[in-house]
């Protein structure tokens, strides 16, 4: 019998190309995303699609249901769902900075309230969060982004010190840049959150020449490998990351961080 996999956000970028990878990989794929219409191609090369609101409890719930309604059991979840609301923290609203954590951190635990029953029943399961680097490292203008990814690593983190001993594991992939929608999105979000006069505008063009600078990164197969790996590892790691230069950045945010701001702000000049 195939494995079952549900994944999150699947309607571009790495959530696609895992969704595609998984299936090749012989898994039952189940996934949704908000914009149905980027999911039809998928449907047509055997990929169980539906509409899906991270945010919305009635959405998530038709999901598992489906699931297990045509399944019986589920063999892994991955949390991928996910955007960055970049702007400066003085001008970001209020209600942006709290949908950014709606998607990116409660919609997380949301859908994962309702499928750790069925793993904990199971007695075996695998939770793959997809965070960011910027769970550790930071840059201007992100800062919204950056607290819903180091939140979601300590989340993660204490799911796994809870669920372990019913043969669950909860883990975490943190990608850098990728050649995807992604970078075009969060700075697209930062001049939409600049006010009128916003002493914060030249940021933009900073912060954009930064993404040019650090590269394009992963293509999204590239990091659909990356989340089979974590999915499928017989002892799983705590973190994944995609290349050496993505761990690099981290250790030195962490071990050196008078030194990593430093290069920041070198960069960002």
């Not at 959530?15 to 898994?27: D, H, N, P, T, W």
């Not at 996934?31 to 039809?40: D, F, K, N, S, T």
């Not at 999901?63 to 923290?89: F, K, Q, R, T, W």
């Not at 290349?243 to 981290?250: E, L, Q």
């Amino acid at each position: 019998m195939a494995k079952v996999v549900i994944i999150t956000g699947i309607s571009s970028g790495m959530g696609r190309a895992a969704a595609l990878y998984f299936q090749k990989q012989g898994f039952a794929v189940y996934g949704g995303a908000r914009r149905v219409e980027r999911l039809v191609d998928l449907q047509e090369q055997g990929i169980h699609t539906q509409k899906l609101d991270v945010t919305d409890k009635l959405s998530i719930r038709g999901l598992v249901d489906h699931v297990m309604s045509e399944e019986g059991n589920i063999d892994v979840l991955i949390n991928n769902a996910g955007y960055g609301e970049y702007g400066p923290l003085e001008e970001v609203p209020i209600e942006n900075a709290k949908r950014q954590f709606d998607v990116n951190l409660f919609g997380i635990d949301q859908i994962t309230q309702l499928v750790l029953p069925v793993m904990r029943h199971q007695g075996f399961g695998r939770i793959v969060n997809i965070s960011s680097i910027a769970g550790d490292v930071y840059s201007p203008l992100g800062g919204w982004y950056h607290a819903t990814k180091a939140g979601l690593n300590m989340w993660s983190d204490v799911l796994d010190s809870e669920v372990h001993k019913f043969g669950i594991r909860s883990v975490v992939v943190q990608p850098g840049l990728t050649k995807s929608e992604w970078s075009q999105i969060a700075l697209d979000n930062a001049r939409k959150n600049l006010l009128d006069d916003s002493p914060y505008t030249d940021l933009v063009g900073k912060l954009e020449n930064l993404f040019g600078k650090i590269g394009s990164g992963a293509t999204s197969e590239d990091l659909a490998k990356v989340f089979y790996a974590a999915a499928t590892d017989v002892r799983p790691k705590r973190r994944y990351y995609h290349s050496i230069m993505d761990h690099g950045m981290v250790m030195v945010a962490r071990t050196m961080p008078n030194t990593y701001r430093a290069v920041l702000n070198r960069l960002m000049k």
